[in-house]
């Protein structure tokens, strides 16, 4: 079986979510890495231990295998990933309280029916917001706490001194750009997009603030800084398959 990412190829699809709209499908892949993990994860009780570890450890595998290059910050984005993952995980589950488990039977979920697409995008809103929340890093509301965040930040990227004379304009464009107006009579808007507008945009600011001297495949960044700039309309490169 094989298996594509998901916000690559569903990106056409008309967003009722306001702020981030899922237009950028560098952004897109990372977010169907963490949206196929946590699927993944959903299992069975009745499947034993060793089977629950071995799958993890295969999916662990695949996803790393898939992860794309950037053009700096790797090591940072890489420790967020891991670091969130047990957060993400307890937010999926509360997400999907009480729906019936029959569908994540071990299997992969079908992400790529058309009624799917808007659950999925209201998911990873959702689910930015959830884990925001649990990291103190947004409010009851789902707004950012500015101060919280920027030392969040600030912190992360302590080890990578061509981060500092950047992360001030950064952080400060970042918080601008997550006030995003709340439409309380959406369903879509049930959760606030403020803590994916802000991620999203902390991935952007960056990987185009790139210093020369911090990247290591000129062209594959170059490649990656012009659909951001671009805001994802120039199609990307065929996503990764992997045989299951």
Same mark, same amino acid.
């Given at each position: 079986?094989?298996?594509v990412?998901?916000?690559?190829?569903?990106?056409?699809a008309v967003s009722a979510v306001?702020?981030?709209?899922?237009?950028?499908?560098?952004?897109n892949?990372?977010?169907?890495?963490?949206?196929e993990?946590?699927?993944?994860?959903?299992?069975?009780?009745?499947l034993?231990?060793?089977?629950?570890?071995?799958?993890?450890?295969?999916?662990?595998?695949?996803?790393?295998?898939?992860?794309?290059?950037?053009?700096?910050?790797e090591?940072v984005? !890489?420790? +967020?990933?891991? $670091?969130?993952? %047990?957060?993400? =995980?307890a937010?999926f589950?509360? &997400?999907? *309280?009480?729906?019936?488990?029959?569908a994540?039977?071990?299997?992969h979920? !079908?992400? +790529?029916k058309? $009624?799917?697409v %808007?659950?999925h =995008?209201k998911?990873?809103?959702c &689910?930015? *917001?959830?884990s925001?929340?649990?990291?103190?890093?947004?409010?009851?509301?789902?707004?950012?706490r500015? $101060?919280d965040f920027?030392?969040?930040?600030k912190?992360?990227?302590?080890?990578e001194p061509?981060?500092?004379?950047l992360?001030d304009?950064?952080?400060?464009?970042?918080?601008?750009?997550?006030k995003?107006?709340d439409?309380k009579?959406?369903?879509?808007?049930?959760?606030?997009?403020?803590?994916?507008?802000l991620m999203h945009?902390m991935?952007?600011?960056i990987?185009?603030?790139?210093?020369t001297?911090?990247?290591?495949d000129?062209?594959?960044c170059?490649?990656?800084?012009?659909?951001?700039?671009?805001?994802g309309?120039l199609?990307?490169?065929?996503?990764?398959t992997?045989?299951?």
């Amino acid at each position: 079986m094989k298996i594509v990412l998901l916000f690559a190829v569903i990106t056409v699809a008309v967003s009722a979510v306001t702020g981030y709209d899922f237009d950028d499908s560098e952004y897109n892949s990372l977010l169907s890495e963490d949206l196929e993990e946590l699927y993944s994860s959903l299992e069975q009780p009745s499947l034993n231990a060793r089977n629950r570890r071995d799958e993890e450890a295969v999916m662990q595998d695949k996803c790393r295998g898939r992860r794309k290059k950037l053009c700096c910050g790797e090591i940072v984005w !890489d420790q +967020f990933h891991e $670091e969130d993952k %047990e957060v993400k =995980r307890a937010c999926f589950k509360e &997400l999907h *309280q009480g729906e019936d488990m029959q569908a994540f039977d071990g299997k992969h979920f !079908d992400h +790529f029916k058309c $009624e799917n697409v %808007e659950k999925h =995008r209201k998911d990873m809103v959702c &689910l930015a *917001q959830c884990s925001g929340q649990k990291k103190n890093l947004l409010d009851d509301a789902g707004n950012v706490r500015e $101060e919280d965040f920027t030392q969040h930040v600030k912190s992360a990227f302590a080890n990578e001194p061509w981060f500092q004379p950047l992360q001030d304009k950064i952080i400060e464009t970042c918080l601008a750009d997550s006030k995003v107006k709340d439409d309380k009579d959406s369903e879509a808007n049930a959760c606030n997009p403020a803590g994916l507008k802000l991620m999203h945009c902390m991935f952007k600011e960056i990987q185009l603030s790139c210093p020369t001297e911090q990247i290591k495949d000129p062209k594959s960044c170059s490649r990656l800084q012009e659909r951001l700039k671009k805001g994802g309309n120039l199609p990307p490169p065929p996503p990764p398959t992997f045989d299951e």
